[in-house]
């Protein structure tokens, strides 16, 4: 079993995902139970809210001598243990207090124990009873009709609404409610509280005359308290979401944490750094898929310097015999002075100084191709741009005497970069540019915040878009022709990409918007001098 959890992370994710369900169902359970509770305190606390809070009020509105004997007669006519102390008296704990500071009561059963602050008063009226029974309530609506009887008829509502009737809606009803038998007619007239059973909803409702009055005082329909307050259910609906939620998240972000591991070294290797390799922590699906990634750079890493190596001996093999050539064609021009001898010579010595030229272009291409060659490793120093561009004009205008070569007028700009290197891109472009200029080439340097771009423009044909994204390839021509008059083997542009990569920076190709013709442009990021 543990080696099907190492190998599976699908699988081990599934089955963490249902651990997490199990979770969390023990957190809902857990959490109904607490809910149920706090519903049945509250519904016990509303049912007893009626009587307390109808004596707590005739009490506080009574001098403190005249208290025990109203609370004689409640306690005989509610069948109650009622007591009154000091309420710094009572053993009550920091919550119970501050609930009763509150106006709340306090509710505990078995024997049941009822407490309630007196209004504006510090005395603590206590009620035991071991279970209430039909007699308490309707004690407790004789007792309310009573003391609304007493009262102007004016004021009834006014004393209604300083009572907390819990459970129990209360209304003073002019008329009698239909639906009564004579039998409960005759049993409110004598004085007596009827009981009154809503079948649609299984509520009871408690009836009372007024003594002496046309008044009927209606107590209920009393809640049930069999459902869930919104109050209660929905913070425990949010909680388990938020549960879960972070659970899946914690999941997910182990899995999202070792897939861009491997993102981020298929990134550093498709920018040339094949040394990068995946840190492979276990044997499941994603570890798998880590070492076939590092077999596979291995291998690509390997093809490339088998690669890197062929080229750099094949090129200097190269260069034995063309010296040879070479020395052979001097040797046989200096024995013959046969004019047409000699021309044939000087062609072949043309042949092979081109030879020679491409011999060290693809050295050129195959040690930047390298794998050391990159932005970290390159030797840098302060390059002033404008002297390196200016150098780059003198060493090719006596080639192409017939085209202008100018630099721009611009500040002095320094950078940090590997002055052979950088060189050897902007000649490489202006180079390309003047084989393919009608009269004149343009140097222009930008100084921006982050990065130092050099544009290159000539006034020649440019290059169409569709070929825009080829030229950059080794050996890459816009035509199929080889002839030396087009000039150039394809290896300089792939060379000033390689450049720019090493640099971290980047060459691009437009369109000149003032000579028309090409517009090449070197991107070459800032660097602190300090790194």
């Known amino acids: 079993m543990r080696r099907v959890l190492s190998n599976g992370s699908f699988l081990r994710f599934y089955l963490l995902l249902g651990v997490a369900l199990l979770v969390v169902f023990v957190i809902a359970l857990v959490g109904r139970s607490f809910i149920e509770q706090v519903r049945r305190e509250d519904y016990r606390e509303q049912l007893a809210a009626l009587p307390m809070s109808l004596m707590t009020q005739q009490l506080a509105d009574l001098p403190t001598g005249q208290r025990n004997a109203l609370l004689a007669r409640f306690s005989e006519q509610l069948e109650l243990q009622l007591t009154l102390q000091p309420i710094n008296e009572a053993d009550l704990g920091y919550f119970e207090r501050l609930r009763l500071e509150q106006g709340k009561i306090l509710v505990a059963e078995r024997p049941w124990l009822l407490q309630q602050r007196l209004p504006g008063d510090t005395w603590l009226l206590q009620a035991r009873l071991e279970e209430w029974s039909e007699h308490q309530w309707h004690g407790s609506i004789a007792l309310l009709g009573d003391w609304l009887a007493a009262a102007p008829e004016n004021e009834r509502k006014n004393r209604i609404a300083q009572l907390r009737p819990g459970s129990w809606p209360l209304q003073l009803s002019p008329t009698l409610p239909a639906g009564l038998s004579p039998q409960q007619q005759a049993q409110l007239a004598s004085g007596g509280v009827i009981t009154q059973l809503v079948s649609d909803k299984l509520s009871i409702t408690l009836l009372y005359q007024l003594p002496g009055e046309s008044q009927w005082l209606q107590a209920g329909p009393i809640s049930r308290g069999d459902t869930l307050p919104s109050n209660l259910h929905l913070p425990l609906l949010v909680g388990l979401m938020i549960v879960l939620s972070l659970i899946i998240y914690l999941i997910m972000r182990s899995i999202e944490a070792r897939m861009a591991r491997l993102e981020l070294a298929a990134t550093r290797i498709a920018s040339g750094r094949l040394e990068t390799r995946v840190k492979v922590e276990s044997g499941d699906f994603l570890g798998r898929l880590g070492m076939a990634f590092n077999g596979m750079a291995n291998q690509v890493q390997s093809l490339l310097r088998g690669q890197q190596e062929m080229i750099r001996a094949v ?130 340097l930008w100084d921006e915040p982050n990065l130092v771009r050099i544009d290159v423009e000539d006034d020649g044909p440019g290059i169409p878009p569709e070929a825009r994204a080829d030229i950059f390839k080794p050996f890459a021509r816009l035509d199929d022709s080889r002839a030396r008059s087009s000039g150039g083997y394809g290896l300089g542009l792939s060379i000033v990409q390689k450049i720019m990569a090493g640099h971290g920076g980047s060459v691009t190709i437009d369109t000149s918007p003032t000579l028309c013709g090409a517009r090449f442009t070197l991107l070459v990021p800032r660097r602190d001098p300090l790194a």
């Open 315 to 444: 090129s200097h093999e190269l260069r034995t015999p063309v010296a040879r050539i070479r020395f052979a064609v001097q040797m046989v021009e200096d024995m013959t002075d046969q004019p047409a001898i000699r021309r044939q010579l000087q062609g072949i010595d043309a042949d092979i100084a081109e030879l020679d030229e491409l011999v060290d272009e693809i050295l050129t291409y195959a040690r930047l191709g390298g794998e050391t060659v990159n932005g970290a490793e390159l030797e840098t120093s302060l390059v002033e741009c404008r002297a390196m561009a200016e150098r780059v004009i003198d060493t090719l205008s006596p080639l192409h005497k017939e085209l202008t070569l100018t630099l721009a007028p611009g500040p002095e700009i320094e950078l940090l970069a590997e002055p052979r290197y950088l060189q050897r891109a902007l000649q490489n472009l202006v180079g390309n540019a003047c084989r393919h200029a009608k009269s004149q080439v343009v140097i222009q």
